[in-house]
């Protein structure tokens, strides 16, 4: 069967990539149950450093220790990036002093150049492309983002021909969204539904 979507989590050599383990599980449910794509449902597993990862229509990149990408893996990033990629990096910010987000703020800056990375705005075609926020949807976990102990009512972006190809947020939507998908039913409202957003976006919404 051909997927029009797949979910990509990203490996690195440093830090610790493997979090939020029922997250893609409950994202990928979410799209089934929203849109019509065909939605391969299990996550696959790619080193950043592999060539895979090129084909990839999403990636999922998060952590909460250290980063330092090695030069294959900064090559893959941005060859996979300014080849019309997306990247959805979420900070999981349960370090102290924001560890994760310099660190890999840092490796941006050397991909990209130190002024690529930019707030967007809320009015963002991203936040309203499925459904409609205004804004990033805070979440019960994000106090500790970049070491500062503030809520932060945006998220980063590095955009290449008008589109955001690079996703960054350190609301920690991850742990937000881990838990097994079938206990959706007890929310008020599904808070998922801003993935779907990232997701159609980086499809081309």
């Known amino acids: 069967m051909a997927y029009d979507f797949y979910f990509t989590r990203l490996t690195y050599e440093s830090g610790d990539w493997d979090v939020d383990i029922r997250m893609p599980s409950n994202v990928l449910n979410s799209l ?11 996550e696959r597993i790619v080193a950043l450093s592999d060539p895979k990862m090129l084909e990839a ?9 250290l980063v330092q990408f090695t030069p ?3 090559k893959n990033f941005e060859r996979y990036v300014k080849g019309g990629g997306f990247v959805f ?23 990209f150049g130190p002024k690529a990375l930019h707030k967007i705005p809320n009015t963002h075609p991203l936040y309203s492309c499925f459904f409609k926020f ?7 976990v994000e106090l500790n983002g970049w ?7 945006y998220l980063k972006a590095i955009e290449f021909g008008g589109r955001v190809r690079v996703l960054y947020s350190n609301k920690d939507y991850g742990c937000e969204w881990d838990y097994d998908f079938r206990n959706k039913r007890w929310l008020a409202v599904d ?4 993935a779907i957003n990232i997701i159609q976006y980086a499809l081309g919404a």
């Open 72 to 74: 294959a893996e900064r």
């Open 134 to 140: 205004d804004g990033p949807p805070n979440t019960s």
């Open 89 to 111: 990096i979420d900070d999981c910010n349960h370090d102290i002093d924001g560890l994760f987000a310099k660190s890999l703020e840092a490796e941006l800056a050397k991909i």
């Open 32 to 42: 089934v149950e929203y849109t019509t794509l065909r939605v391969d449902p299990v």
């Open 57 to 65: 229509p999403f990636c999922y990149l998060a952590g909460h220790k």
């Open 191 to 194: 808070n998922t539904r801003f």
């Open 147 to 153: 070491g500062d102990d503030l809520v932060h009512d």
